[in-house]
């Protein structure tokens, strides 16, 4: 076979550069259109939705929270097959879409779903979520914070309010998971003692603490052709916030945090 490919090669030598030329031309406009990618996408397309529903049973998500949600998205124009997920406060449904389904419609119509089914899930149960757009072969890119004088909880704060937010502004970033280190928060502990001291209850405590990281609107006041917004700023801030914040009265005398 080659020997006869070589013989005719070298007997016809004008019609072998010619049709050489031609499938240069045609491989090179082929090139400059074809879809360069290194991992190249082999899953269709699907929205992945997670909800949570903290202190419920996995019984109860399925029953309250995932099948409301299957029942709600089933029947959209493209979904192939629905998978789900069911754990101790966590519902994670798969909607699988049919090749060729624009995943940002496809996430449009899930959207649209799920605004229907949002006011029969048990009361304390977060909103419904969508992850992302990702590529099926999850990670990418990983990398680790490592410090001598840095804590854990720094550097985890810093990975989570500036690297994160930096990676997210790249172009064809979906999303940044930050793993380890500790998240940043302010606790109260409760002493009982204190507590049956004072005669305050744990609702008590709690009540005041939501009520007093609030930002109450005053609407506004106008003043020599201004408009000046009235606003009550009481957003805590600090530790020294949350220590001041009132729990109860006690003969004129405020008991705080």
Same mark, same amino acid.
């Given at each position: 076979?080659?020997?006869?490919?070589?013989? %005719?090669?070298?007997?016809?030598?004008?019609?072998t550069?010619?049709?050489?030329? /031609?499938?240069?031309?045609?491989?090179?406009?082929?090139?400059?259109?074809? %879809?360069?990618?290194?991992?190249? #996408?082999?899953?269709?397309?699907?929205?992945?939705?997670? &909800? #949570?529903?903290?202190?419920?049973? +996995? #019984?109860?998500? #399925?029953?309250?929270? &995932?099948? =409301?949600?299957?029942s !709600?998205?089933?029947?959209? +124009?493209?979904?192939d097959?629905?998978?789900?997920?069911?754990?101790?406060?966590?519902? %994670?449904?798969?909607?699988?879409?049919?090749?060729?389904?624009?995943?940002?419609?496809?996430?449009?119509?899930?959207?649209?779903?799920?605004?229907?089914?949002?006011?029969?899930?048990?009361?304390? &149960?977060?909103?419904?979520?969508?992850?992302?757009?990702?590529? !099926?072969? *999850?990670?990418?890119?990983?990398?680790?914070?490592?410090?001598? %004088?840095? *804590?854990?909880?720094?550097? @985890?704060?810093?990975?989570?309010?500036?690297? !994160? @937010? @930096?990676l997210?502004?790249? =172009?064809?970033?979906?999303?940044?998971? *930050?793993?380890?280190?500790?998240?940043?928060?302010?606790?109260?502990?409760? *002493?009982?003692? @204190?507590?049956?001291?004072?005669?305050?209850? /744990?609702?008590? /405590?709690?009540?005041?603490?939501?009520?007093?990281?609030?930002? /109450? =609107?005053?609407?506004?006041?106008?003043?020599?052709?201004?408009?000046?917004?009235?606003t009550?700023?009481?957003?805590?801030?600090?530790l020294?916030?949350?220590?001041?914040?009132?729990?109860?009265?006690?003969?004129?005398? +405020?008991?705080t945090?």
């Amino acid at each position: 076979m080659f020997d006869w490919i070589i013989r %005719t090669s070298l007997r016809n030598r004008l019609l072998t550069v010619v049709a050489y030329s /031609v499938v240069l031309i045609v491989g090179l406009v082929a090139l400059r259109r074809v %879809t360069l990618d290194v991992f190249p #996408e082999f899953a269709p397309p699907q929205v992945v939705i997670q &909800t #949570e529903a903290p202190g419920i049973a +996995p #019984e109860d998500v #399925e029953r309250l929270v &995932t099948f =409301p949600m299957e029942s !709600a998205i089933n029947g959209t +124009p493209g979904v192939d097959v629905i998978r789900s997920k069911s754990s101790a406060g966590l519902s %994670t449904v798969v909607v699988v879409f049919t090749w060729g389904t624009d995943i940002y419609r496809a996430r449009q119509l899930v959207g649209e779903r799920l605004q229907s089914v949002k006011a029969a899930l048990p009361p304390g &149960t977060r909103e419904p979520t969508m992850l992302p757009v990702t590529s !099926a072969v *999850s990670w990418l890119v990983k990398y680790a914070l490592v410090s001598d %004088t840095v *804590s854990p909880l720094d550097l @985890r704060t810093i990975s989570d309010w500036d690297i !994160a @937010r @930096r990676l997210l502004s790249i =172009p064809g970033v979906a999303s940044v998971v *930050s793993i380890g280190g500790g998240v940043k928060q302010y606790q109260v502990l409760l *002493s009982s003692d @204190r507590l049956w001291q004072y005669g305050v209850t /744990v609702k008590d /405590v709690t009540e005041a603490l939501r009520k007093a990281n609030v930002n /109450v =609107p005053g609407g506004y006041q106008v003043r020599e052709g201004q408009e000046l917004a009235v606003t009550g700023v009481g957003r805590i801030g600090s530790l020294a916030d949350l220590r001041k914040t009132v729990v109860a009265d006690r003969q004129g005398t +405020p008991i705080t945090v």
